[in-house]
């Protein structure tokens, strides 16, 4: 895949050798902290060892149609993703469709009605149906547990379990690290099984036991000591996000915004190189022995791994670049494997990886799917009763406009494009054949799809990228992140160290190079 501009190898006798500042990774991380060094007169060099920039963010053309095949929207938090889209000219929009809906089994009350939808009586279901995010919750923690929307989902006996967190006092789960024991503690098993477990699976794709809660929902423990409530705490939480629509994108696809950010760096005279990769990195001395805040990195030209997901490899010899800021915005494998040589840093850290995911794209022309039966998409909850393998469906044609609009221009009227995601944490790589999706698609819609109405379609794998932030891991990052700082002209970013979601690792990103950039250190030399 290629997904941003690039200059692509460079011989290394026409590369310049000394930079303002080294990016290593050319992911959302990298790109951003570049981009925000050249707002602050600073000459950016960016290497990516892959073939293409951009990383989670990334775009294929599928039956003509050019679309994300990774990130496709981000969370509001802050305003550090949306100052950056409109400074590059681009426009961020909301999804249309209503929201996601959680498509769950039936609850153990089974004298309560279960919610009628769409193919509510297909046999293939078994019993399982179609139910709205709660209106006012986050990551699926409600801010009234007896609102009709939540009792829906959790029942009536599950619903008033959670109303007792209002009784509790602020002191009861206020040890609980990690999201699932949190939630469990102040409102009930029911709430983190029918509505944290699938919602956090399928956006963080990690089980709430794994997520650490001060990373995922930021300021929520701190809330809660305020508040005296889980409720209370979310629906402050909920208070500070501006406007009501939480998800955004940009319009014609996210992948826009690594390509604008690519070209922002180049015309202000960085760099963005790939399949060049990082192999030492060593501070520099003056010649008189005088420790200085300058940095050489020995840089080589790569080619794949063994695997898509694997590091790549050098394909070459090596050359050096010098320069007074290196961030490392790379894996973390990469990353540590360059600070063991920074004396002072600790880099006894392990990152778990991430649960496997496939993502099927389908383009099909299917005039049933013009009722917009799912809205913008669902999740599934996980379970091995559960009727589809997919963990999730998006209605790209009901949730984007601009979606929408090419597929048609492209294919004409009742053209669809709909995307399923595979993969659950501990579990094996999947491999989701097209009758698989076309099944799943089929189930979860309502609407039958068949290989005749097939227009493309494309299968994606991105195994191993979202590794769960747990709180050990929070803790154990957060000491080398303090290592680092105490090197002068020195940063570690990316998702591994601010915590998964554009919103968190663009705001870590642009902050640090803020900070960087403002550090009294001398500027290389320019013609």
Not at 25 to 39: F, K, P, Q
Not at 329 to 335: E, R
């Amino acid at each position: 895949m290629r997904t941003g501009a690039s200059s692509g190898a460079t011989e290394p006798h026409a590369l310049e050798q000394e930079w303002d500042a080294v990016i290593v990774g050319g992911g959302i991380a990298g790109l951003s902290a570049a981009w925000e060094m050249t707002r602050h007169g600073l000459r950016p060099l960016v290497v990516e060892a892959r073939g293409y920039t951009g990383g989670l963010i990334a775009a294929l053309t599928i039956g003509g149609v050019r679309m994300d095949v990774g990130a496709e929207a981000f969370v509001v938090r802050g305003t550090e993703v949306t100052s950056m889209v409109s400074s590059l000219g681009l426009e961020v929009i909301a999804p249309r469709g209503g929201g996601a809906q959680l498509f769950l089994p039936p609850r153990d009350d089974e004298g309560e009605p279960t919610p009628s939808g769409p193919g509510t009586s297909d046999p293939r279901r078994r019993g399982w149906a179609l139910h709205h995010f709660p209106a006012r919750s986050l990551l699926g923690i409600p801010a009234d547990p007896l609102a009709p929307d939540v009792v829906a989902v959790l029942g009536r006996a599950g619903a008033h379990r959670a109303a007792e967190d209002a009784r509790m006092g602020p002191d009861v789960g206020a040890e609980c690290t990690d999201l699932a024991s949190l939630v469990a503690t102040r409102m009930g098993d029911t709430v983190v099984e029918r509505l944290v477990r699938p919602i956090t699976a399928g956006i963080h794709t990690a089980d709430p036991e794994r997520l650490d809660a001060d990373t995922v929902l930021p300021g929520l423990r701190e809330a809660l000591a305020r508040c005296g409530s889980l409720a209370g705490a979310i629906a402050l939480l909920r208070d500070r996000r501006p406007g009501r629509a939480v998800d955004q994108g940009v319009d014609g696809g996210m992948f826009h915004l690594t390509e604008c950010l690519s070209r922002a760096i180049e015309a202000a005279g960085g760099r963005v190189l790939t399949r060049v990769g990082a192999r030492a990195l060593r501070p520099s001395a003056t010649s008189d022995g005088v420790d200085q805040p300058w940095w050489s990195l020995s840089l080589a030209p790569t080619r794949p791994g063994a695997t898509p997901s694997a590091e790549p490899v050098p394909a070459g010899p090596p050359w050096s670049v010098s320069t007074t800021r290196v961030v490392l915005a790379c894996s973390a494998t990469a990353a540590l494997r360059l600070l063991e040589s920074v004396p002072g840093v600790d880099t006894d850290v392990v990152v778990a990886s991430g649960a496997p995911i496939a993502r099927t794209t389908l383009l099909v022309q299917a005039p049933g799917l013009d009722r917009q039966p799912v809205g913008q998409g669902l999740l599934v909850a996980p379970g091995p009763l559960a009727p589809v393998e997919a963990k999730s469906l998006s209605h790209l044609s009901t949730k984007w406009s601009w979606v929408d609009r090419s597929v048609r221009a492209t294919h004409g009227p009742q053209a669809h494009a709909i995307r399923l995601s595979h993969g659950r944490p501990g579990q094996p790589s999947p491999s989701p054949t097209l009758e698989a999706a076309l099944h799943d698609a089929s189930v979860l819609t309502g609407v039958d799809l068949h290989p005749e109405d097939l227009l493309a379609h494309s299968l994606v794998h991105w195994d191993g990228t979202l590794p769960p932030f747990t709180p050990e891991h929070r803790a154990r990052v957060g000491r080398l992140a303090a290592d680092v700082s105490r090197r002068p002209g020195l940063g570690v970013t990316g998702a591994w160290v601010a915590g998964s979601g554009i919103a968190a690792v663009v705001s870590h990103s642009r902050q640090m190079s803020r900070r960087m950039s403002d550090q009294s250190l001398p500027k290389c030399a320019q013609e």
